[in-house]
Protein backbone atom coordinates (compact mmCIF):
# COMPACT_ATOMS: atom_id res chain seq x y z
CA UNK A 1 0.00 0.00 0.00
CA UNK A 2 1.13 3.63 -1.26
CA UNK A 3 1.38 5.98 1.27
CA UNK A 4 2.69 9.58 1.00
CA UNK A 5 3.11 11.77 4.38
CA UNK A 6 4.32 15.17 4.29
CA UNK A 7 6.62 16.59 6.77
CA UNK A 8 4.75 18.57 9.87
CA UNK A 9 4.59 22.63 8.83
CA UNK A 10 4.71 25.22 11.60
CA UNK A 11 4.96 29.03 12.46
CA UNK A 12 7.77 30.91 10.45
CA UNK A 13 8.30 34.54 10.66
CA UNK A 14 7.63 37.04 7.39
CA UNK A 15 10.96 36.64 5.55
CA UNK A 16 12.19 32.76 7.13
CA UNK A 17 12.36 29.65 5.57
CA UNK A 18 10.84 26.50 6.00
CA UNK A 19 11.56 22.85 4.01
CA UNK A 20 8.37 20.80 3.57
CA UNK A 21 9.01 17.04 2.55
CA UNK A 22 6.86 14.51 1.21
CA UNK A 23 7.95 11.13 1.37
CA UNK A 24 6.37 7.82 -0.45
CA UNK A 25 6.31 4.65 1.07
CA UNK A 26 5.30 1.04 0.75
CA UNK A 27 6.62 0.81 -3.03
CA UNK A 28 9.71 0.00 -4.94
CA UNK A 29 9.06 2.24 -7.70
CA UNK A 30 10.03 6.44 -7.84
CA UNK A 31 8.16 9.13 -7.36
CA UNK A 32 8.22 10.53 -11.35
CA UNK A 33 6.75 13.52 -10.58
CA UNK A 34 6.47 15.77 -6.92
CA UNK A 35 3.34 18.54 -7.25
CA UNK A 36 2.71 21.23 -4.16
CA UNK A 37 -0.53 22.76 -4.10
CA UNK A 38 -1.95 25.47 -0.95
CA UNK A 39 -4.88 26.29 0.53
CA UNK A 40 -5.30 28.95 2.23
CA UNK A 41 -8.69 29.72 4.57
CA UNK A 42 -11.60 30.24 2.77
CA UNK A 43 -9.97 29.82 -0.72
CA UNK A 44 -9.65 27.38 -2.89
CA UNK A 45 -6.65 25.00 -3.14
CA UNK A 46 -4.09 26.63 -5.49
CA UNK A 47 -1.41 24.38 -7.31
CA UNK A 48 2.36 26.16 -6.67
CA UNK A 49 5.31 24.13 -8.15
CA UNK A 50 5.55 21.38 -10.17
CA UNK A 51 9.25 18.85 -10.25
CA UNK A 52 9.78 15.64 -12.56
CA UNK A 53 12.38 13.65 -11.20
CA UNK A 54 13.98 14.14 -14.65
CA UNK A 55 14.76 18.00 -13.83
CA UNK A 56 11.95 20.21 -15.17
CA UNK A 57 10.47 22.56 -13.02
CA UNK A 58 7.33 24.79 -12.78
CA UNK A 59 6.05 27.67 -10.21
CA UNK A 60 3.16 29.42 -10.08
CA UNK A 61 4.09 33.49 -10.43
CA UNK A 62 3.29 33.84 -6.64
CA UNK A 63 6.04 31.63 -5.58
CA UNK A 64 8.53 32.15 -8.30
CA UNK A 65 11.93 32.96 -7.23
CA UNK A 66 11.30 32.03 -3.61
CA UNK A 67 10.14 28.27 -3.40
CA UNK A 68 12.10 25.73 -4.74
CA UNK A 69 10.93 22.27 -5.55
CA UNK A 70 12.99 18.88 -5.55
CA UNK A 71 13.11 15.39 -5.63
CA UNK A 72 15.52 12.93 -3.58
CA UNK A 73 15.25 9.78 -5.92
CA UNK A 74 17.30 7.41 -3.47
CA UNK A 75 14.78 8.54 -0.65
CA UNK A 76 11.74 8.32 -2.85
CA UNK A 77 11.06 12.04 -1.19
CA UNK A 78 10.23 15.70 -2.82
CA UNK A 79 11.04 18.67 -1.17
CA UNK A 80 9.44 21.86 -1.28
CA UNK A 81 11.93 24.50 -0.28
CA UNK A 82 10.28 27.86 1.18
CA UNK A 83 12.27 30.78 1.58
CA UNK A 84 11.35 34.75 2.36
CA UNK A 85 8.17 33.51 3.33
CA UNK A 86 5.36 36.10 3.37
CA UNK A 87 1.91 36.08 5.39
CA UNK A 88 0.21 35.27 2.40
CA UNK A 89 1.86 32.08 2.16
CA UNK A 90 0.06 31.08 5.11
CA UNK A 91 -2.40 28.34 4.04
CA UNK A 92 -2.48 24.28 4.55
CA UNK A 93 0.26 22.83 1.87
CA UNK A 94 -0.41 19.51 -0.13
CA UNK A 95 2.29 17.52 -1.88
CA UNK A 96 0.70 15.48 -4.97
CA UNK A 97 3.34 12.11 -5.88
CA UNK A 98 2.74 10.47 -9.00
CA UNK A 99 4.00 6.63 -9.30
CA UNK A 100 3.67 4.34 -12.23
CA UNK A 101 1.22 6.95 -13.45
CA UNK A 102 -1.19 7.30 -10.53
CA UNK A 103 -1.01 9.80 -8.19
CA UNK A 104 -1.12 10.18 -4.28
CA UNK A 105 -1.79 12.89 -2.00
CA UNK A 106 0.13 13.61 1.44
CA UNK A 107 -2.35 14.67 4.25
CA UNK A 108 -1.84 18.40 3.98
CA UNK A 109 0.34 19.96 6.42
CA UNK A 110 0.49 23.55 8.19
CA UNK A 111 2.00 26.97 7.48
CA UNK A 112 1.72 29.75 9.13
CA UNK A 113 3.72 33.04 8.66
CA UNK A 114 2.89 35.92 10.93
CA UNK A 115 5.01 38.06 13.55
Known amino acids: QVQVVESVGGLVQPGGSLRLSCAAS????????VAWYRQAQGMQREWIATRLIAGASNYADSVKGRFDASIDNAKNTGYLQMNNLKPEDTAVYYC?????????WGQGTQVTVSS
Open 96 to 104: EGVIRERDY
Open 26 to 33: GTTFSTNI
